[in-house]
């Protein structure tokens, strides 16, 4: 059965702070791997990270994706308290397979 | 350009009933995914749909159906209705069938009393 386990499952850190966040995945068909922000409403699409680009960059934010060892990590530099939210990593093929997410609590 | 719209936002129906949740994609995209999500269970998918046929189906009953329309306009159904089918359901679309990004609308938030 395809699996995505994300981890730490939550943490709080202050404004300025980097934060990491892990993904570890099984699935039969990899495609791609993707990162999605949720606050209150819909996840919104951050990164997407496939055998052909396994390094994504945006701002403050940056993600790798390891191949080997079936893995992705999500780097937040100085971190702001909008950056309070779930994240979510999905792996798969035709259908993705949401892990339970990384909720992140920046105070200030 | 418009996101993924969902209608409606918030419904309150009870046990044995049952429930419509419409989906309009961005304008351009064909596929149509929908999901379940849960505190408990998290984001669990349940089927897409990409040319008026469903494509692929996750682990959920028959109670669960959806149809797209020939211009990708979605909706799903949920029949005899239970107490464990609250939930936030959200659509996604995005260019073609398996394609991704999906990108996601606000969802429907499903309260059974």
């Known amino acids: ?108 | 350009k418009a996101g993924v719209t969902q209608t409606p936002r918030y419904l309150i129906k009870t046990r044995g009933q049952q429930v419509t949740l419409s989906c309009s994609p961005i304008s351009g995209h064909r596929s149509v995914s929908w999901y379940q999500q849960t505190p408990g269970q998290g984001l669990q998918f349940l089927f897409e749909y990409f040319s008026e046929t469903q494509r692929n189906k996750g682990n959920f009953p028959g109670r669960f159906s959806g149809r797209q329309f020939s211009n990708s306009r979605s909706e799903m159904n949920v029949s005899t209705l239970e107490l464990g089918d609250s939930a936030l359901y959200l659509c996604a679309s995005s260019l073609g069938w398996g394609r991704q990004p999906q990108h996601f609308g606000d969802g429907t938030r499903l309260s059974i009393l």
């Open chain 1, 1 to 108: 059965e395809d699996k995505v386990v994300q981890s730490p499952l939550s943490l709080v850190v202050h404004e300025g702070d980097t934060v990491t966040l892990n993904c570890s995945y099984e699935v039969t068909n990899f495609r791609s791997l993707l990162w999605y922000k949720q606050e209150k409403k819909a996840p919104t699409f951050l990164f997407m990270l496939t055998s052909s680009g396994i390094e994504k960059k945006s701002g403050r934010l940056s993600s790798i994706l390891d191949k080997k060892e079936l893995s992705s990590i999500l780097n937040i530099t100085a971190t702001q308290t909008g950056d309070s939210a779930i994240y979510l990593c999905a792996v798969g093929g035709n259908k993705l397979v949401f892990g339970a997410g990384t909720i992140l609590r920046v105070k200030s």
